[in-house]
């Protein structure tokens, strides 16, 4: 399994695992859906754990390909890259490369915790807690998101 992708009303959340490029193709398809079922913008949030690997050249390449498409059915994208160190802030920079390259620029964010970007979207304390209880029993988050 590369990644885990549900949501909760509005908000679209990916827990990264190993990302592969077929998954921006599958992301992308499960965002349109939802848009046009919801008719309204999605808040989109990729949470990478503290053991996950930055993206391969191919994968990086597909998420540039499709950020500006995405943000067509989101409000927002939120990237969560948990965790400290050398390698997170590898993480973050290539992420915020990413985010760069979009036209949209302002509507895309990087974040060290899930409750960090749900508070970016206008979530309250209550809202997020029980947004994040039902994500972790979902199995959208990470072990220690809840934590962060």
């Given at each position: 399994?590369?990644?885990?992708?549900?949501?909760?009303?509005?908000?679209?959340?990916v827990r990264w695992i190993k990302p592969e490029v077929e998954?921006?193709?599958?992301?992308?398809?499960?965002?349109?859906?939802?848009?046009?079922?919801?008719?309204?913008?999605?808040?989109?949030?990729?949470?990478?754990?503290?053991?996950?690997?930055?993206?391969?050249?191919?994968?990086?390449?597909?998420?540039?390909?499709?950020?500006?498409?995405?943000?067509?059915?989101?409000?927002?994208?939120?990237?969560?890259?948990?965790?400290?160190g050398f390698r997170r802030a590898m993480a973050r920079s290539?992420?915020?490369?990413?985010?760069?390259?979009?036209k949209n620029r302002g509507r895309t964010f990087a974040h060290?915790?899930?409750?960090?970007?749900?508070?970016?979207?206008?979530?309250?304390?209550?809202?997020?807690?029980?947004?994040?209880?039902?994500?972790?029993?979902?199995?959208?988050?990470?072990?220690?998101?809840?934590?962060?």
């Amino acid at each position: 399994m590369s990644c885990t992708r549900g949501h909760i009303d509005n908000l679209y959340f990916v827990r990264w695992i190993k990302p592969e490029v077929e998954d921006a193709h599958n992301i992308l398809s499960d965002v349109r859906e939802l848009r046009a079922e919801a008719g309204e913008a999605l808040h989109y949030f990729a949470i990478i754990g503290p053991d996950v690997d930055p993206p391969g050249d191919d994968v990086r390449a597909s998420m540039k390909e499709s950020i500006d498409d995405l943000l067509e059915h989101c409000a927002t994208v939120h990237l969560v890259i948990e965790g400290r160190g050398f390698r997170r802030a590898m993480a973050r920079s290539i992420g915020t490369g990413i985010f760069l390259l979009s036209k949209n620029r302002g509507r895309t964010f990087a974040h060290d915790s899930v409750q960090q970007a749900l508070g970016r979207v206008g979530l309250g304390e209550t809202q997020s807690v029980a947004v994040l209880t039902e994500a972790a029993e979902r199995g959208l988050l990470n072990e220690g998101s809840l934590s962060g």
